[in-house]
């Protein structure tokens, strides 16, 4: 039986399930000293001075350092350049210096023998601040807080609106929020004096990159710094980044020459980890009198908090390069701004820049149907891409790879969704609801992902007692990616997965990997994993194919060892094929003694899972809530190695998807203060504002550019769900304009039912505004402006 396709049980959950995880909080060192980070409490000021004085001199503090302690000029990198922007004055210090820029950036660190000690001393940190106006708006910021624009396009875009029957437009927004995993992040480093080596516990999602990173900045040879994971409480490309602490740690414990400890608490994630999200567009559809999309040209405001931290311009050009999405576009352009303002610096977060255009694209496609009288079903319908179209190259490249569309069908795919959704159930029993005077609606939202660029590293070896160990460059962060590993490596060596220990990004054990973000994990490290070991199996059958006589070709896999095919009495166990490696035929040929494979995988472009989102909502028009019914998620996979954890994925993808759709929401003052400093005040969705959320994973589209046919799933969950609420409610008010921003909370949905029944008494009082629909404003008054992103709708 193929280990592939099979939910076998989680190598990790045995031990997470017994209380047994080791999380960075766990990991308590000899003599270790704890970090406390002074933050600064206003959003922009010139840093004239910092006394440091009364928290040195409490008893038991071992040190309070500024930025006048650490090198000269430090600054934290970019890890993804993009051509033609110059990051370096944008880049974030590890430690303040001349200016603070947001509410929470670091100041000081103060090391203490306790961590309520290094609380009390850096409580007695005093700044001299002089403090500036912030700048809060990325569309009316000043130019010199611009960082560049990334523009994506095809074909001749304006030539097709100056002939288009029909053009849309709409001015949305995307709130602010982010990933906010349950564990907040947290380090230990420890130098040891006899070997001059620094380890690190609590790396994460890029162990190997980060290493780089760190010893480029504390100028020590990579191979004395040890990475070491922990277990995470969550990623979602938040955690693992390189932070400042991630400096501050390491610096700190080689300053002292003792252990330090940093763990961080929830204020402190809430304004000091990446957040995510917060982008203004306009967009405009070009239809013909069909309602056949002919271009797409789209503006955005991306932004960006107070520095470039280490993504550089990844979201703005996922944003724009992928806009399109599955539907047959002539022409297409989209043009990013990228500014910096005085708030959290933003950086990648699950579905990053997909999120926010899925949205945008699909509810001007919604206000499209709306003016041409169409059905948005139909709509979709008429402009998704066919199988005699696909394989689909849009005439641009992106991160490097040419955007080649490898699916197999979007129009079977959304219409075999809606089959089996029964999303036509759903749009009756919304009729039913409202002509009963409830306000029900429902809404559809069809997605393009991607996944599987870059590299990945990976060693497969079985030793003398039959054991195989894979060790392999991606993170744990809570998505099964042990087992996975596992799995794929026990379909190339026929032994039980549950039997194959997996070791992940520890940088003493594997040279260099590519680390967990970008749904490439299983489609790039899994096909590593897979080509070493191909390679154990192709010498383990040289050495078993000489003990038994027998061809190499002939030998199988199976029971733990190789056995002659259609002779299974003739076989070897692997303990003996492995010690049998080691003999002197094997040893004199110069290969690496031993059954071991390496190898490096290197994804020669991307692919692209896609799918779709559906939903059923009620607004009450009294309070603005809004009440999910139903939704579910269906998905193109290519392949799914353990489908449950697939499931897992889409599933609490589109939980935090639809937070970030009707609840979750960084928001400031107008100095630039956070409004939700705990989850008090920042709306995580409870398991009790949810229905039952059905996930159909299909797999009827392998992708072609691997050989186990992978297309990845970790976002496709969160991708689509601000687009598909927005348009459920959208269909619930019966809106003719579009509903402005993102989240809908309870004060932004009052606003779009004042306004919607003020326009509908004008209409009655025949007074109609000429221009509702022709830009997605006409259903919304004044304070949902999305150009002022600070402003509470009342």
């Known amino acids: 039986m193929s280990a592939l396709g099979r939910s076998v049980p989680r190598l990790e959950d045995d031990r997470l399930l017994r209380g047994r995880g080791r999380f960075h909080d766990d990991v308590v060192r000899p003599g270790q000293l704890w970090m406390r980070v002074v933050r600064s409490p206003v959003a922009h000021a010139a840093l004239l001075g910092t006394d440091v004085s009364r928290a040195a001199a409490l008893p038991g503090v071992v040190a309070v350092i500024t930025a006048d302690d650490l090198p000269p000029g430090i600054r934290i990198p970019v890890r993804q350049p993009h051509p033609g922007l110059d990051f370096t004055p944008h880049l974030q210090p590890p430690l303040a210096t001349g200016e603070v820029r947001y509410a929470g950036e670091p100041v000081a660190a103060v090391l203490a023998g306790d961590l309520y ?13 002089d403090p500036r106006e912030p700048v809060l708006d990325a569309r009316t910021a000043p130019p010199g807080e611009g960082v560049g624009t990334v523009e994506f396009g095809y074909g ?7 002939g288009a029957a029909h053009v849309v437009t709409a001015d949305l927004r995307t709130g602010r929020h982010s990933g906010t995993p349950l564990e907040p992040r947290g380090l230990v480093a420890e130098p040891d004096h006899d070997t001059g080596r620094l380890t690190v516990w609590g790396a994460a999602k890029i162990p190997h990159i980060n290493r780089r990173v760190l010893a480029t900045l504390l100028d020590l040879p990579e191979h004395r710094i040890h990475l070491r994971e922990t277990d995470a409480g969550g990623s979602f490309g938040i955690r693992g980044e390189f932070y400042p602490e991630d400096f501050l740690v390491p610096f700190l414990a080689l300053r002292t020459g003792r252990p330090v400890k940093w763990s961080e608490d929830r204020a402190e994630h809430m304004v000091a980890a990446n957040h995510a999200r917060e982008q203004q567009h306009r967009i405009e559809l070009a239809l013909d009198a069909d309602g056949n999309l002919l271009a797409l ?8 908090g107070a520095y470039v931290r280490t993504h550089g311009a990844v979201v703005a050009a996922l944003t724009a390069s992928m806009i ?26 699950r579905a990053p820049g997909r999120f926010q255009h899925n949205f945008v694209r699909e509810q ?31 005439p641009m490249s992106v991160f490097g790879s040419p955007m080649v569309l490898d699916g197999k069908d979007h129009l079977e795919h959304f219409d075999k969704a809606l089959a089996d959704v029964g999303y036509e159930d759903w749009r009756a029993e919304a009729r039913a609801a409202r002509a009963a005077g409830r306000t029900v609606g429902t809404g559809c939202a069809v997605i393009l992902e991607k996944a599987g660029l870059g590299y990945d590293s990976a060693v497969v070896d079985i030793g003398v007692t039959g054991a ?20 794929i490596a026990a379909e190339e060596l026929g032994v039980p997965a549950g039997s194959v220990h997996v070791v992940l990004s520890d940088t003493d054990l594997l040279s260099d990997g590519g680390g967990t973000f970008g749904s490439r994990s299983t489609v790039v490290g899994g096909t590593a994993v897979r080509e070493a070991a ?3 199996l192709a010498k383990a059958r040289a050495v078993a194919g000489e003990l038994l006589g027998a061809a190499p070709e002939s030998l199988v896999p199976r029971d733990g060892g190789l056995a002659v095919g259609g002779e299974p009495g003739r076989r070897l166990d692997w303990g003996a094929i492995a010690a049998a490696s080691f003999g002197p035929r094997w040893t004199a040929t110069g290969d690496e003694p031993g059954l071991i494979g390496r190898a490096t995988y290197a994804a020669q472009g991307m692919t692209y899972p896609y799918g779709a989102h559906f939903a059923q909502v009620e607004v009450d028009p009294d309070t603005g809530a809004v009440r999910l019914l139903r939704y579910a998620v269906t998905y193109e996979v290519g392949r799914a190695v353990h489908p449950e954890s697939v499931r897992g994925q889409l599933l609490g993808g589109a939980v935090q998807g639809i937070g970030g759709a009707l609840s979750e929401e960084f928001r400031y003052d107008g100095h630039g203060v956070p409004l939700t400093p ?7 969705p409870r398991a009790a504002d949810l229905p039952e959320i059905r996930v159909v994973v299909y797999e009827d589209a392998p992708a072609p550019g691997n050989p186990l046919g992978l297309r990845g799933a970790g976002e496709g969950g969160t991708a689509g769900s601000g687009a598909v609420l927005a348009g459920a409610v959208r269909d619930a008010l019966g809106l003719a304009g579009d509903v402005g921003a993102l989240p809908l909370h309870p004060a932004r949905v009052r606003s779009l039912v004042r306004s919607h029944r003020r326009k509908r008494n004008q209409n009655d009082q025949g007074d109609p505004n000429e221009n509702a629909g022709r830009d997605g404003r006409a259903d919304r008054d004044g304070p949902a402006d999305p150009n002022d992103p600070n402003k509470e709708e009342s």
């Open 297 to 304: 040209r789209d503006e955005a405001w991306l932004d960006n």
């Open 324 to 349: 399109s999405g599955p539907y047959r576009l002539p022409a297409c352009r989209s043009r990013v701004h990228i500014v910096k303002t005085h708030k959290t610096p933003i950086g990648t977060y």
């Open 678 to 684: 705990t989850l008090d005040d920042y709306l995580w």
């Open 117 to 129: 000690l290094a609380e009390d001393a850096a409580d007695l940190v005093r700044l001299d601040l």
């Open 468 to 487: 195989v160990r894979v060790v392999m460059g991606g993170a744990s962060v809570g998505q099964g990616i042990r087992t996975v590993m596992a799995q």
């Open 156 to 162: 001749d875009v304006d030539a097709a609106f100056a």
């Open 364 to 394: 001007a496609l919604d206000v499209a149907a709306g003016r041409l009288g169409l059905d948005p079903v139909e709509l979709r319908r008429r402009n998704l891409l066919t199988a005699d179209e696909l394989p689909h190259r849009r």
């Open 534 to 536: 191909l390679k154990v």
